[in-house]
């Protein structure tokens, strides 16, 4: 007669970061920041952001993996090598490994543990979004968009 419905948790707070609320379909379950982050010193501007987790949390790994890789993001960056250079450069010959990041910032970035994540990059003159792959901290796989983000 009547149908049970299940509650959404209360966001939760990352300190540092702000708010996450939780999502959960077919497919997924994680927290995502209900904000924009923001280091323009690194080139990060997060649009979105999501930690692993389920109904009763956040995944304490997947929470101390992204506290880890946004307060020292060399690691996000360390992972641009000639191979991602070429996924984007498009003719651009003034993009290279070393000036990448004035070229990009990270846009996205979602984390299951250490070493496990999914990372964004977005030019800051052009529509061009690249996503890496990081599984046991190697990228395995990139996957690129051109005209995906109408800034």
Known sequence: MFKRFKSKPD????EGLG???YFEDEVD??????????????????????????SNGTKETAKDALLALLNDP??????????????????????????????????????????????????KSKDVFLELFVRQGVVTDMDRDYGCCAQ
């Open 11 to 14: 966001d939760v707070h990352i």
């Open 19 to 21: 708010a996450f609320r």
């Open 29 to 54: 379950k994680y927290w995502e920041l209900t904000s924009v982050f923001g280091d323009p010193a690194n080139a990060i501007r997060l649009d979105f952001c999501a930690v692993d987790g389920d």
């Open 74 to 123: 060399t690691a996000l960056w360390s992972l641009v090598d000639h191979k991602v250079v070429e996924a984007v450069k498009g003719g651009a010959s003034e993009i290279n490994e070393a000036n990448f990041k004035e070229h990009f910032f990270v846009k996205t970035l979602t984390v299951s543990d250490f070493g496990f994540f999914e990372v964004g990059f977005h030019s």
